[in-house]
C-alpha cells in the first residue's frame, strides 16, 4: 500500500475515533475547529512550503467567506450553500486579480504587501457597518443540507471531518502531479524553473487562488458553525496564527499541517490553567519548537527517524 493512502487511512481512522472518545461537547467544540484550521492550513503550505510564496494576509481571505455567508443569506435570501461558492469565487477573482502585481515583488516587500492586502479587507468589513454589522459583526444563517439543519456539535463534526480527509486526499494527489512537482521547482529555484520551461507567474496566481479559496470555504463553514461572524476573522493576527501553524508543524508536508493547526488550536486552550501567563509560555513554547525543530515538527522527526538516529 502506497504512503499517501496509508496516511489518508490513518487520518480517517483517527477522525473516526474522535468523536466515541470525546468526553463532552467542549472536546467535539475543539476538535471542529481542530479539523477546520487544518484545511485551512493546508491550503495555506501549498502556497507557503511548497511554492514558496508567503502570505500574511490570509485571514482576509477566510473573512471574505465568512460574511459572504452572513451577508448574502440575510440581506438577499441566498441559499446558504449558494452564498458559500459565490464567497469562494469572489475570493477567487480577488486573488487573482492581485495575485500578478503582488508575486513581482519577493521577501520582504512580498510579505508587506500580502499584509496589506489583509489590512485592506479587515477594514472594509468594519467600516461597512450597514451591510456587515461593523465591528460588532453580524449573525449567520443555519446550513442546511439535503432537507434538514445541521446543529448538532456531532453532525458539524462529521462534515468537517469528511471535509478533513477530502482536502487531505486533494494536497496529497496534487502535490504528487505535475503541477506539485512545478510548485517544488518554483521553491527551488525560479529561475532553474523558467529555464525548463516552468511558467513561474502563472503557478504562482493558481497556487495563491487555490489557498485563497480553500480559506474562503472554510470561512463560510466556521462562520454557520459558530453563527456569528465579526472582523476578528479577518485580522492580522489570525493570520500570524495560520503562519505559525504551517511552519511549526511544517512547511512543505501535507501531515505537518495537520499536526501544527491541532498542536496549536489546542495549546491555548490547554495553557488556561497559566492565569495571565499563558501568552509568555506559549511564546517559549514556539521559540522551544524552532530552536529544537526547525523545520518543523513532521519533517524533522521524519529525518531523524529517517536517518536512525
Same mark, same amino acid.
Given at each position: 500500500?502506497?504512503?499517501?493512502?496509508?496516511?489518508?487511512?490513518?487520518?480517517?481512522?483517527?477522525?473516526?475515533?474522535?468523536?466515541?472518545?470525546?468526553?463532552?461537547?467542549?472536546?467535539?467544540?475543539?476538535?471542529?475547529?481542530?479539523?477546520?484550521?487544518?484545511?485551512?492550513?493546508?491550503?495555506?503550505?501549498?502556497?507557503?512550503?511548497?511554492?514558496? #510564496?508567503?502570505?500574511?494576509?490570509? &485571514?482576509?481571505? +477566510?473573512? /471574505?467567506?465568512?460574511? @459572504? $455567508?452572513?451577508? %448574502?443569506?440575510?440581506?438577499?435570501?441566498?441559499?446558504?450553500?449558494?452564498?458559500?461558492?459565490?464567497?469562494?469565487?469572489?475570493?477567487?477573482?480577488?486573488?487573482?486579480?492581485?495575485?500578478?502585481?503582488?508575486?513581482?515583488?519577493?521577501?520582504?516587500?512580498?510579505?508587506?504587501?500580502?499584509?496589506?492586502?489583509?489590512?485592506?479587507?479587515?477594514?472594509?468589513?468594519?467600516?461597512?457597518?450597514?451591510?456587515?454589522?461593523?465591528?460588532?459583526?453580524?449573525?449567520?444563517?443555519?446550513?442546511?443540507?439535503?432537507?434538514?439543519?445541521?446543529?448538532?456539535?456531532? #453532525?458539524?463534526?462529521?462534515?468537517? &471531518?469528511?471535509? +478533513?480527509? /477530502?482536502?487531505?486526499? @486533494? $494536497?496529497?494527489? %496534487?502535490?504528487?502531479?505535475?503541477?506539485?512537482?512545478?510548485?517544488?521547482?518554483?521553491?527551488?529555484?525560479?529561475?532553474?524553473?523558467?529555464?525548463?520551461?516552468?511558467?513561474?507567474?502563472?503557478?504562482?496566481?493558481?497556487?495563491?487562488?487555490?489557498?485563497?479559496?480553500?480559506?474562503?470555504?472554510?470561512?463560510?463553514?466556521?462562520?454557520?458553525?459558530?453563527?456569528?461572524?465579526?472582523?476578528?476573522?479577518?485580522?492580522?493576527?489570525?493570520?500570524?496564527?495560520?503562519?505559525?501553524?504551517?511552519?511549526?508543524?511544517?512547511?512543505?508536508?501535507?501531515?505537518?499541517?495537520?499536526?501544527?493547526?491541532?498542536?496549536?488550536?489546542?495549546?491555548?486552550?490547554?495553557? @488556561?490553567?497559566?492565569?495571565?501567563?499563558?501568552?509568555?509560555?506559549?511564546?517559549?513554547?514556539?521559540?522551544?519548537?524552532?530552536?529544537?525543530?526547525?523545520?518543523?515538527?513532521?519533517?524533522?522527526?521524519?529525518?531523524?527517524?529517517?536517518?536512525?538516529?
Amino acid at each position: 500500500m502506497k504512503t499517501t493512502t496509508k496516511g489518508i487511512l490513518i487520518v480517517a481512522l483517527i477522525l473516526a475515533i474522535v468523536p466515541f472518545v470525546s468526553p463532552n461537547s467542549y472536546y467535539t467544540d475543539l476538535a471542529i475547529r481542530m479539523a477546520i484550521n487544518a484545511v485551512i492550513v493546508l491550503g495555506l503550505n501549498l502556497l507557503i512550503g511548497f511554492a514558496g #510564496q508567503i502570505s500574511l494576509g490570509h &485571514a482576509g481571505f +477566510l473573512g /471574505i467567506g465568512a460574511y @459572504a $455567508s452572513a451577508v %448574502l443569506p440575510t440581506h438577499f435570501g441566498w441559499h446558504p450553500l449558494l452564498a458559500m461558492g459565490a464567497g469562494a469565487l469572489a475570493t477567487g477573482i480577488l486573488a487573482a486579480l492581485v495575485a500578478r502585481p503582488i508575486f513581482k515583488l519577493k521577501g520582504h516587500y512580498l510579505a508587506m504587501a500580502t499584509l496589506g492586502l489583509g489590512i485592506i479587507i479587515n477594514i472594509a468589513l468594519r467600516n461597512e457597518a450597514q451591510w456587515t454589522g461593523g465591528p460588532d459583526g453580524m449573525p449567520v444563517p443555519a446550513m442546511g443540507l439535503f432537507g434538514f439543519e445541521l446543529s448538532s456539535d456531532k #453532525q458539524w463534526y462529521w462534515v468537517v &471531518a469528511a471535509l +478533513l480527509v /477530502i482536502s487531505v486526499w @486533494a $494536497s496529497l494527489n %496534487l502535490i504528487d502531479s505535475p503541477f506539485g512537482r512545478a510548485l517544488r521547482a518554483l521553491h527551488g529555484s525560479e529561475v532553474a524553473s523558467q529555464v525548463v520551461g516552468v511558467d513561474v507567474a502563472r503557478y504562482k496566481v493558481i497556487v495563491f487562488v487555490m489557498s485563497a479559496m480553500f480559506a474562503s470555504l472554510m470561512g463560510s463553514v466556521t462562520a454557520h458553525y459558530i453563527g456569528f461572524v465579526s472582523p476578528n476573522f479577518a485580522d492580522f493576527f489570525h493570520s500570524i496564527e495560520l503562519v505559525t501553524m504551517v511552519v511549526v508543524g511544517g512547511m512543505a508536508s501535507v501531515f505537518g499541517s495537520l499536526v501544527g493547526a491541532v498542536l496549536l488550536t489546542a495549546l491555548p486552550q490547554a495553557l @488556561a490553567t497559566f492565569e495571565g501567563w499563558e501568552t509568555v509560555v506559549f511564546g517559549a513554547i514556539l521559540m522551544g519548537f524552532m530552536i529544537f525543530l526547525p523545520k518543523g515538527i513532521v519533517p524533522t522527526l521524519a529525518a531523524k527517524f529517517g536517518k536512525g538516529e
